[in-house]
């Protein structure tokens, strides 16, 4: 899923800022008490800002896992 | 007395030197102390020569003296000894020549030499020369080093090969001097004015081998240590062994304790330092990656958390509630169809029971008249009269007869 965030530009919400939006989100949904077009916009939301997190952690991922392999390198 | 000089009558050159002659000799004994600079002792010649240096101004004095005096027992005379002489100034009138005739020589003993540094240590620490406040930190990793050292010396060697084994990227510049004797603290003074107008240099080292007191005397010199106190970059000295204090010690930013110790002291250990940030390394990556690997693990539940995990719940919900509510009504509709079933089926019995029919079944009969009017009373009736008896089974038509009529038991 994060190839879909490949093409799009670093987004504006940083990881920490999605991470709090989505355990809201979370804890919203599993309250209950909301109407099913509330319930479903805030399900959509939830996965949005997942992806979203998701990207930040693999880019991390990724930037480690080549700053690891620059330092294996033979000088 | 002799006539003033004119240039019409000029004094000749053996009464201008006699008349100088007779003032120096006039002048009488004193006591010198100084160092002695030069030795000159020619064989077979009854004199000795010296010169004999201050050691603290760049100005010496001619000494002559009989080789009896400079060889008396027990008084050693080396270049560089710092002596205390009793002369007479003379003028040798034969060459026109000044100097001091010493009749005795001493040599300045250890305990003298000693007090004497003390007494100039206390001088330039009153003076605040040696105060901690004023020791530079050294740089962690110079890129050039100034040495100041003998050629060739054991010192040299054991700060080169230490502090290039600790730290290969080292360079030096090194100035090599006269370590010993009384030119000694003059050049030092010199390496030391050298390397510290050289930008490139970042730490300054003198060093120099073990010796005797007297040996170590120019690096206790006032001139060097103050020398020392204006440099602008940062001086290591390791000068002697261990246990050897001269005063550049107490001025230098840092005191070695051997030419090895200042190589310790000037530059890191490299592979101690390649350990040192490996392992800082591992630590930050491994942090990272904790953090990392934390933070997926977290989006990991959170994403498998069934309200984002699976949407299709937000309908079950919705779904069993809608089925719910039409079951309810289902079954509220049929209830209400079977309860009005039901109503009829009463209503319907109770009319049946009602009905005369199950009367006329259980042996009743239905009396009435030719109008249709029931017959409730006897009297109602005439004799004769034409009655209709309804029995279950059907209609039959009776007549009216009292004389068989008796009395009801009941």
Redesign the interface.
Known sequence: MSSTDERAPEPTTS?EQA?EE??DV?RR??AGGLT?EE??SL?ER??EL?RL??HW?DR??ER?AA??QE?DRPS | MTAPSTPESPWPVRTVARKVADWIGRLGEVWVEGQIAQLSRRSGAATVFLTLRDPAADLSLPVTCHRDVADRPGLELTEGARVIVRARPDYYVARGSFSLRATEIRAVGLGELLARIERIRRLLAAEGLFDAARKRPLPFAPRVVGLITGRDSAAERDVLVTTRRRWPAVRFTTHHCVVQGPSAAANVMEGLRRLDADPDVEVIVVARGGGSVEDLLPFSDEGLVRAIAVCRTPVVTAVGHETDTTLVDHVADVRAATPTDAAHRIVPEIGEQRRLVDGLRARSRHLVAGRLEQQERWLESVRSRPALAAPERLLHGREDDVLGLRTRARRTLTHRVESAERDLEHARARVAALSPAATLERGYAVVQRADGSLVRDPAEVADAEPLRVRVAGGRLPVRVDRSTDQEDPA
């Open positions: 990881y991470r989505l355990a979370v949904l599993e099913l319930s479903l399900w939830g996965e997942a997190c998701q952690l991390a991922r480690l700053a690891t330092e």
